[in-house]
């Protein structure tokens, strides 16, 4: 196999869920066909993706992942176009992008990289940080409850919706490996503990099954995705929770006839 | 002022919603067949019924890109219309009015007046048409009283009429006999021209340029390119959720290798920053067309201010360099969005195309006469790419391709990997400022302060106060100058056409004097500043007058 590492220095904590991330996603790269990736990462640990892997990446701006994504695709359909985004990136800063790429269908891979934590500005609560947790910036613990992103992205018909975790590396590697080659909007939700700020792993191990097979309808797969709501102590259900194909975005923006401007200067006479 | 013969002030005015915009185009077109030079301003209101809006088109045998406060004939389709502009009204002008929404008691009390009473709805009965033909009814009897033939002018009517063509010219014909000619006219000499507006002109040269994809969300007076393009076939666009999305969706447009376009106006282009910043560092083309109205804030939305030209200017965090340029007619638009969108992809950064309300939506002949075409740049496809090599412009490839393209907004090594190195950080920083000294060494060969006349006094403006500086200065003995790169700032050009003058005036529709403030960083003191800021674009005469008070 190919190096697809490259000799960049990482800088992740040791024991750092993000490794989890990067072998599953190394792994699928050549099963996927590396040459078509582009890697487009936001800002944050995960974000270092880009600095890490050997295939064409898009280091965007914190929260901007998902619209980057949609103009490479737009640009050119034969990419493969994955996002690895943060919590912070993409449930706090860029979270109307992710609804609308969700809700129009990009034909994009949204791999979020959820630790419930801003962990390379040093430990504030996200989105999906549990209330009362206590961050740098509330000592006093934090005053918001979560967001539950999976029945988040259910309820806007996110074509694909799916749910892994970093300490389960078979499962992570088939569910990325599904998410891309799902022609659609594909959401991938992983629990990414980060053992600096806010270590879940040991809980988390705990608490995480895998579903059997996907739910049967719908109303069943939001049912499912409420079963944990990211404050709760329920069990944790992962694999995918939603799978539907329909039209994709880009395929609709094709355009290829030629401008006339001769007729158009002719007209306006 | 006075009016040159053969000049012709026309306003038609009504709520919105009754369609004096289109009323006022057809005119215009009319007049184009006719051989007339046509400019029509807009001026609405930001609502969608009711409210006050009026086109005034100026129609000459030369040139005249600029209103006068002295009209000819005023088309008036509700009381208002009355209200606010028969006082401009010439002696011996034609009032045309609506006596179906118009009362007598309404009318102004001035005996020289050629007042003609018309009744739309009367029209529409009798030719058996419809009330969106109104329009029609009320262009034909305009034609009439002008002076125009029937024959010759009902055919370039009919050309902008495709639905219901044959009961629009019965409507046509119907309302001609209802009126008496009270002008003679003949025909003003040139051929016609294409009407564009300064948005379509800049959405045009950045099609020759080779535009590709265009993004936008839709803001006053930025929209007309969006909705102009989206019907261009060829030309990609797309309206995301927000200017956010926007800026970030063209830099992955761009990098993807598609030449790529944005626009919007200051609120919208402050959401933006973000990208211009990410555009210099990652140098990931991106032109915007940055269209601007009255601020601060939502400001008046449909009004006219310049007052972005030094936001523009530092707009996005760090160290950096924008290409900027500020287009003053339908023409310079075609030429200056061409030249941004070739700049921004030749030079691998951002692009901002200063337009402004007035530019954007006024109506101008197009003359077509500078070249804009696709310029070429250096690509390399191979494997051991780096992104960033070289010690200025580097080569663009594009992923799909056997080259790796690592894009970032991080400071960088070559590959585009993050450095926080002090030399490292400080070679690639130094990779940039050559690039941004190439630009200026080709701009030094190219077209950046243009000047019209001489004199003792210059006057200095920007963007589309053109039209009305050039009208407004006939026979003064000055000597006109404008920028048309504002970044970078064409210092030594501008020093040297002005170097012979001993008294510069500046001309802005801003309240601060913002290209007086730049010139005055640049070592060049202005002695005289007339601002304009209520929204309105100078009159021929008050533009006069006041330049006049200066001298
Ligand atoms: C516009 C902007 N705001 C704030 C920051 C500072 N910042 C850098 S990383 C980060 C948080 C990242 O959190 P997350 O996306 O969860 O990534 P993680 O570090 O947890 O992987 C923030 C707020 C920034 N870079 N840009
Ligand atoms: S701070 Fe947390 S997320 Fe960042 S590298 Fe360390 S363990 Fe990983
Ligand atoms: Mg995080």
Redesign the pocket.
């Given at each position: 196999m190919e190096n697809l590492i490259l000799s960049t220095k990482n800088t992740w904590c040791p024991g750092c869920g993000n490794f989890g991330i990067q072998n599953a996603f190394k792994e699928v790269l050549p099963e996927v066909g590396k040459e078509r990736v582009v890697l487009v990462t936001?800002?944050?640990?995960?974000g270092k993706m880009a600095d890490y892997i050997n295939v064409s990446s898009f280091y965007a701006?914190?929260?901007r992942t998902i619209p980057v994504a949609t103009g490479i695709k737009s640009a050119n359909n034969d990419l493969q176009v994955i996002c690895c985004a943060?919590?912070?990136?993409v449930y706090n800063?860029g979270i109307s992008h992710l609804l609308h790429a969700a809700k129009r269908n990009s034909n994009i891979t949204v791999i979020v990289?959820d630790?419930h934590?801003?962990?390379?500005?040093v430990k504030q609560p996200?989105s999906t940080s549990p209330e009362g947790f206590t961050g740098s910036s509330t000592p006093e613990g934090h005053p918001e409850r979560p967001l539950n992103p999976v029945d988040l992205m259910l309820s806007v018909k996110a074509s694909f919706v799916a749910r892994s975790f970093v300490g389960k590396q078979g499962h992570l590697k088939e569910v990325i490996k599904e998410g891309i080659e799902h022609k659609g909007f594909s959401f991938i939700e992983v629990l990414q503990p980060?053992v600096a700020w806010y270590n879940t792993f040991p809980e988390y191990a705990k608490r995480v099954y895998e579903m059997k097979e996907i739910p049967s309808s719908f109303k069943e797969a939001r049912e499912k995705a409420q079963e944990w709501d990211y404050s709760n102590e329920a069990d944790i259900p992962l694999g995918v929770f939603y799978k539907e194909q329909k039209e994709v975005l880009e395929d609709k923006l094709e355009k290829t006839t030629e401008v006339d401007i001769g007729a158009i200067l002719e007209k306006s006479k | 002022m006075e009016n040159k013969e053969k000049d012709i002030q026309i306003i038609i005015a009504g709520a919105a919603g009754q369609g004096s915009k289109k009323a006022g185009h057809l005119i215009g077109k009319l007049f184009n067949s006719y051989g007339f030079r046509v400019f029509i301003h807009e001026d609405y209101e930001s609502v969608i019924r009711g409210g006050h809006n009026f086109s005034q088109i100026s129609v000459s045998k030369e040139e005249c890109n600029a209103i006068s406060d002295k009209i000819d004939f005023l088309l008036a389709l509700n009381k208002d219309a009355v209200e606010n502009h028969s006082r401009k009204m010439k002696e011996e002008g034609v009032l045309i009015y609506d006596s179906d929404s118009i009362k007598e008691e309404d009318l102004p009390s001035r005996a020289d007046l050629n007042i003609v009473p018309v009744s739309l709805n009367e029209i529409i009965k009798e030719a058996e048409g419809i009330d969106l033909m109104k329009n029609t009814a009320l262009v034909s009897l305009f034609m009439k009283v002008v002076g125009m033939d029937f024959e010759k002018a009902s055919a370039a009517l009919k050309k902008e009429l495709p639905v219901k063509t044959e009961e629009n010219m019965r409507v046509a014909r119907t309302a001609f006999e209802k009126v008496d000619k009270l002008r003679e006219l003949k025909e003003g000499g040139s051929h016609s021209l294409p009407l564009l507006a300064g948005n379509e002109a800049a959405a045009l040269g950045a099609i020759n340029a080779g535009l590709e994809s265009y993004f936008a969300y839709p803001m006053t007076p930025s929209t007309g390119i969006l909705n102009f393009l989206s019907k261009t076939k060829g030309v990609k666009t797309f309206q995301p959720e927000s200017e956010l999305a926007v800026i970030n969706m063209g830099l992955g447009s761009s990098y993807a290798g598609k030449r790529t376009m944005v626009g919007t106006s200051g609120g919208g282009f402050a959401l933006m920053t973000?990208g211009i910043s990410f555009s210099a560092q990652a140098e990931i083309p991106i032109c915007v067309a940055l269209s601007q109205r009255m601020g601060p804030a939502t400001g008046v939305p449909t009004y006219q201010a310049q007052a972005d030209l030094l936001f523009a200017s530092s707009s996005g965090h760090g160290d950096m360099m924008r290409f900027i340029v500020a287009p003053g007619d339908a023409d310079e638009a075609y030429e200056l969005t061409g030249k941004a969108l070739n700049i921004s992809w030749k030079y691998q950064l951002p692009s901002i195309v200063l337009l402004d309300k007035e530019l954007s939506e006024n109506t101008y002949g197009f003359k077509g006469e500078s070249e804009v075409f696709k310029e070429d740049v250096v690509t390399e496809d191979k494997e051991d790419y780096e992104r960033y090599a070289g010690e200025s412009i580097s080569p663009l490839a594009f992923p799909g391709g056997r080259a790796m393209v690592k894009a970032t907004g991080y400071e960088h090594d070559s590959k585009g990997i993050a450095v926080e190195d002090a030399n490292k950080v400080k070679e690639m920083h130094e990779k940039r400022l050559r690039k941004y000294e190439n630009l200026r060494e080709e701009l030094k060969r190219t077209d950046t302060v243009r000047t019209c006349g001489e004199g003792d006094v210059a006057i200095v403006f920007w963007g589309s106060t053109k039209g009305v500086v050039m009208e407004a200065t006939k026979g003064m003995g000055v000597k006109i100058v404008w920028p048309l790169v504002i970044q970078p700032f064409p210092e030594k050009k501008m020093k040297e056409v002005l170097s012979g003058t001993s008294k510069i005036i500046c001309v802005e529709t801003n309240a601060t004097g913002q290209l007086a403030k730049m010139l005055r960083c640049y070592g060049t003191e202005v002695e005289g500043q007339v601002l304009k800021y209520d929204g309105r674009p100078f009159t021929i005469e008050e533009l006069k007058e006041r330049i006049e008070s200066l001298l």
């Open positions: 936001g800002i944050g640990c995960h701006l914190h929260g943060g919590d912070g990136d800063e990289h630790n934590v801003f962990s390379l500005t996200t980060c | 973000e």
